[in-house]
């Protein structure tokens, strides 16, 4: 792993596909974005939900049923950040019989910014993310108080 002064903000994603049904469409927008070198995958976990709400591991396959090992670039990524209590989080979270994605990414096209800000003293005491349905149900607020 490359000095960890040097990163840049490193994020996190679980991907629910209810029932299982994981159709592969973004899969290769995901390429792209590491192609491009926009961020760098640290870990990229598939689970299941299983009856009895336990999550369980499962093999990188071919997603979108093409007959290509879809997820092969991303065999063996991993750096041990996603452990046994964050599989238990997802669990919580997912619905049963549903397959998730646990993705740890680096976000490189921010870590020369970070890395100033760092050696600058700078330090990062809070972060979050906006949900795309939090900024529609904003607009429309404002949208609304407007149209008075």
Not at 51 to 66: A, M, P, S, Y
Not at 90 to 114: C, F, H, K, M
Not at 119 to 140: H, K, M, N, S, T
């Amino acid at each position: 792993m490359r000095d960890l002064e040097d990163m840049g903000p490193v994020d996190y994603l679980v991907v629910e596909f209810p029932d299982g049904r994981v159709t592969g469409e973004g899969l290769p927008l995901l390429v792209d974005l590491v192609e491009r070198g926009i961020i760098r995958i640290l870990d990229l976990v598939f689970v299941r939900k299983l009856g009895d709400g336990t999550v369980e591991g499962l093999e990188l396959t071919d997603v979108d049923h093409d007959g290509k090992l879809d997820l092969l670039m991303f065999e063996g990524v991993t750096t041990g950040l996603v452990d046994a209590e964050d599989l238990a989080d997802t669990a919580d979270v997912l619905n049963q019989g549903s397959v998730a994605a646990i993705l740890v990414y680096e976000n490189r096209w921010a870590a020369p910014l970070a890395t100033t800000l760092r050696r600058g003293g700078g330090q990062l005491v809070a972060g979050g993310r906006i949900p795309v349905q939090a900024l529609l149900a904003a607009v429309e607020r404002v949208d609304t108080e407007v149209s008075r």
